[in-house]
């Protein structure tokens, strides 16, 4: 069995959940549930706290999770980053008072900062000369200042609102962006063939998400022109049509770009074309 350890709570939780779900695997029924077995597909889901997931698995208690790059880099294990999961995007920042003097990386020195991920933010000053005291927070880093706890803060930042708040503004470079990712235990060969089956589901996920079909005619002597525009990942399938001057085009093109792909083979002389939904894919 490869055990996986996803978030229980958390803004990465209900995301990894879908993900594995969407992947074929099987998830709880029940909150309070803390370990499934899916032994149809050999695998043990644990429900941990996001925060411990590197811990465990950089143990070798489990063999592979499912956090963020953040709190990998926070957690001083040993576990490895094995491929990125597309959701649960995030920047890492410092933010000082408003009326306070501090606005770039040198103005730390000498100061307090609070922050959640006191490894991370630690490591990251010493790196550059900054001598400064990380003070450790579970939570609610914002109001740290206004008590008197910090000088500064250093949080987790999507759009500033909390922040702006707090009456605190951003500044300097981002400390880090972090998203969701796979991790694996050091003691796991990454050639396991356990994990390369979860790796190629995982990939069939993030394909499906990103990608849609797409169907189109075009007249044979378009179909380069045409091509040239949706090039596919491999080579487009190109099948005859009863009329014997057009072809029938399907290839695989980025969801985003789905109308401006449209538009260009209207324009190059396609009529037909149909997008459909990806429900999964293997690579």
């Given at each position: 069995?490869?055990?996986?350890?996803?978030?229980?709570?958390?803004?990465?939780?209900?995301?990894?959940?879908?993900?594995?779900?969407?992947?074929?695997?099987?998830?709880?029924?029940?909150?309070?549930?803390?370990?499934?077995?899916?032994?149809d597909?050999?695998?043990?889901?644990?429900?941990?706290?996001?925060?411990?997931i590197?811990?465990?698995?950089g143990r070798?208690?489990?063999?592979?999770g499912?956090?963020?790059q953040?709190?990998?880099?926070?957690?001083?294990?040993?576990?490895?980053?094995?491929?990125?999961l597309?959701?649960?995007?995030?920047?890492?920042?410092?933010?000082?008072p408003?009326e306070?003097?501090?606005?770039?990386l040198?103005?730390?020195?000498?100061?307090?900062?609070?922050?959640?991920?006191?490894?991370?933010?630690?490591?990251?000053?010493?790196?550059?000369g900054?001598?400064?005291?990380?003070?450790?927070l579970?939570?609610?880093v914002?109001?740290?200042?206004?008590?008197?706890v910090?000088?500064?803060?250093?949080?987790?930042?999507?759009?500033?609102?909390?922040?702006?708040?707090?009456?605190?503004?951003?500044?300097?470079?981002?400390?880090?962006?972090?998203?969701?990712?796979?991790?694996?235990?050091?003691?796991?060969?990454?050639?396991?063939?356990?994990l390369?089956?979860?790796?190629?589901?995982?990939?069939?996920?993030?394909?499906?998400?990103?990608?849609?079909?797409?169907?189109?005619?075009?007249?044979?002597?378009?179909?380069?022109?045409?091509v040239?525009?949706t090039?596919g990942?491999?080579?487009?399938?190109?099948?005859?049509?009863?009329?014997?001057q057009?072809?029938?085009?399907?290839?695989?093109?980025?969801?985003?770009?789905?109308?401006?792909?449209?538009?260009?083979?209207y324009?190059?002389?396609?009529?037909?074309?149909?997008?459909?939904?990806l429900q999964?894919?293997?690579?």
């Amino acid at each position: 069995m490869l055990r996986i350890a996803v978030p229980n709570k958390g803004m990465l939780s209900e995301p990894a959940w879908n993900m594995l779900a969407e992947a074929g695997y099987r998830l709880r029924t029940n909150p309070r549930q803390l370990v499934v077995e899916d032994s149809d597909n050999g695998i043990e889901l644990f429900y941990l706290r996001p925060l411990d997931i590197a811990v465990y698995v950089g143990r070798g208690t489990i063999d592979v999770g499912i956090t963020g790059q953040d709190l990998l880099k926070n957690s001083g294990t040993e576990a490895l980053e094995h491929m990125p999961l597309g959701f649960g995007a995030s920047t890492f920042r410092f933010a000082a008072p408003n009326e306070s003097s501090i606005s770039e990386l040198k103005d730390i020195d000498g100061k307090r900062v609070a922050t959640s991920f006191d490894k991370l933010v630690h490591d990251y000053l010493v790196e550059r000369g900054i001598n400064a005291e990380t003070i450790h927070l579970d939570g609610a880093v914002e109001s740290s200042v206004h008590l008197g706890v910090a000088d500064l803060i250093a949080d987790v930042v999507s759009t500033g609102t909390t922040l702006r708040n707090a009456g605190l503004r951003i500044f300097g470079d981002p400390i880090m962006h972090s998203e969701a990712c796979l991790i694996r235990s050091p003691r796991l060969d990454p050639k396991d063939e356990r994990l390369t089956v979860l790796s190629r589901r995982l990939e069939g996920v993030l394909t499906a998400q990103r990608y849609v079909l797409m169907d189109y005619d075009i007249p044979i002597s378009k179909v380069a022109a045409a091509v040239a525009v949706t090039p596919g990942f491999e080579s487009p399938t190109i099948s005859p049509l009863h009329d014997k001057q057009w072809n029938a085009v399907r290839v695989m093109v980025p969801k985003a770009k789905v109308n401006q792909l449209m538009d260009d083979l209207y324009e190059v002389g396609a009529r037909g074309i149909i997008v459909t939904a990806l429900q999964a894919s293997r690579m």
